[in-house]
């Protein structure tokens, strides 16, 4: 079972997000510990997902570094109470750390970030994407997307079938959908699927239209919210 911890200062909105959390992650446990007491804790305690507000500490190492020795998670991922940014090197000290983004962020937007780094992938801001996935996958960048997760493997064809109509596109769509999770340009997605960068191009407005938003990122984050892997795999 997946154990996601919550610490946010403000009570009444730490309890929101464990609502949304709970509401929307079935079969998953949510825990709250008290955010100015985590010095105290002496044993421990693993989970999968820590989910942090940041404080007015920057560089942020020593929260960081606490966080790891207290709970010993799988992934961190981050809330910044203003925009959202790093500083340099700060992904590659703590690769534990693979997102970040705003807390005034909508609920479909946070949902669909923890789901994506729990499935392993990560979502930063534009300018921290790099660094995050050079923490990640050191060296081996080749197959690395704009979310810094490495490329989905070849998703089996039932799959595909199941989640192109859950988002309402056609096969095809759905295909450049994943290509541009995959951080891929119109012209590398054309000539991955063997058509031409207008038909690509094409395919990429109708499904904007379709998943009802402006841009690739927000459609990735849309379909991961919408229950789609987008072949990264299970997301609880």
């Not at 942090?52 to 790891?68: F, I, K, R, V």
């Not at 910044?80 to 705003?102: D, F, H, M, S």
């Not at 979502?123 to 080749?142: I, K, M, R």
């Not at 989905?152 to 595909?160: F, R």
């Amino acid at each position: 079972m997946t154990t996601i911890v919550v610490l946010d200062p403000h009570p009444i909105l730490r309890l929101g997000l464990i609502q949304l959390l709970k509401e929307n992650f079935e079969g998953t446990t949510v825990k709250a510990d008290d955010y100015h007491r985590l010095t105290e804790q002496k044993k421990p305690a693993p989970c999968d997902l820590i989910v942090y507000t940041l404080g007015s500490e920057n560089p942020p190492t020593n929260q960081l570094t606490l966080l790891s020795k207290t709970y010993t998670p799988r992934f961190i991922l981050l809330l910044a109470e203003g925009q959202p940014n790093l500083p340099p090197g700060t992904c590659k000290t703590y690769p534990l750390v693979r997102g970040l983004i705003c807390k005034n962020s909508t609920p479909e937007i946070i949902q669909a970030s923890i789901r994506l780094v729990l499935a392993g992938g990560t979502c930063f801001p534009h300018y921290n994407q790099t660094e995050s996935a050079e923490s990640v996958l050191g060296e081996n960048l080749a197959c690395t997307s704009s979310w810094g997760t490495p490329a989905p493997t070849a998703m089996p064809s039932q799959l595909l079938h199941q989640e192109a109509q859950l988002l309402g596109l056609t096969i095809r769509q759905y295909e450049v959908l994943v290509l541009l999770g995959q951080g891929l340009p119109l012209k590398s997605i054309a000539k991955e699927l063997d058509i031409s960068v207008a038909t690509a191009k094409s395919h990429t407005e109708t499904l904007y239209q379709r998943l009802k938003v402006h841009n690739s990122n927000a459609a990735v984050y849309t379909a991961i919210a919408r229950g789609a892997t987008l072949g990264w795999g299970p997301t609880q």
